[in-house]
T-cell receptor
């Protein structure tokens, strides 16, 4: 149990276009989902925390208008990278947590490799 | 800001040796700590966790030690195998709803046979 999927697993896009990444909890309801970014040979850096039905909370330095997060249901959160630039190329990882009333553990997705050309 | 960090960026061991990976944390309010393994191109994989009311926890071939006095966390892997080669991260948080994990810098473990 506790499986989180991400789609796509990798994507290449041209500079200036937008890309949407999906994060799904397959066998549990996720009250909270988290989005992380990981550059090569670096650690995971938290970008934002999203709760179902409310606006995401972004970490300092993360542009909310550039990284749009939608947590529309208890099993799906999306991250849209708008007007992508080469410096946005990174490995994006989501995690999901059942949250209050259940487990506080977080379950990670397999990640999405974004390359902006 | 507060963060969790690892002492060594790389560790090389021979197959069959025991490995010890260390981590220092700075947030006294953290009460939950986790070790993750990450293979290239994949998401973090849960290894073992420990709460702040414990000093030691054992799993299969792995042991986590927590020293709250010096804010130190370690992961011990017994009889290290080539399949253990990966990057290992420690992470911490205040174990409550909606709280994100803060990750340390990571240690790359290389196991040679």
């Amino acid at each position: 149990g506790a499986v989180v999927s991400q789609h796509p697993s990798w994507v290449i896009c041209k500079s200036g276009t937008s890309v949407k990444i999906e994060c799904r909890s397959l066998d549990f309801q996720a009250t909270t989902m988290f989005w992380y970014r990981q550059f090569p040979k670096q650690s995971l850096m938290l970008m934002a925390t999203s709760n179902e039905g409310s606006k995401a909370t972004y970490e300092q330095g993360v542009e909310k208008d550039k990284f749009l997060i939608n947590h529309a249901s208890l099993t799906l959160s999306t991250l849209t990278v708008t007007s992508a630039h080469p410096e946005d190329s990174s490995f994006y990882i989501c995690s999901a947590s059942p949250g209050a009333g259940g487990s506080y553990e977080q379950y990670f997705g397999p990640g999405t490799r974004l390359t902006v050309t | 800001g507060e963060s969790v960090g690892l002492h060594l960026p790389t560790l090389s061991v021979q197959e069959g040796d025991n490995s010890i990976i260390n981590c220092a944390y700075s947030n006294s309010a953290s009460d939950y700590f986790i070790w993750y393994k990450q293979e290239s191109g994949k998401g973090p994989q849960f290894i073992i966790d420990i709460r702040s009311n414990m000093d030691k926890r054992q799993g299969q071939r792995v042991t986590v030690l927590l020293n709250k006095t010096v804010k130190h966390l370690s992961l011990q892997i017994a009889a290290t195998q080539p399949g253990d080669s990966a990057v290992y991260f420690c992470a911490e948080n205040k174990h409550q709803a909606g709280t994100a994990l803060i990750f340390g810098k990571g240690t790359t473990l290389s196991v040679s046979s």
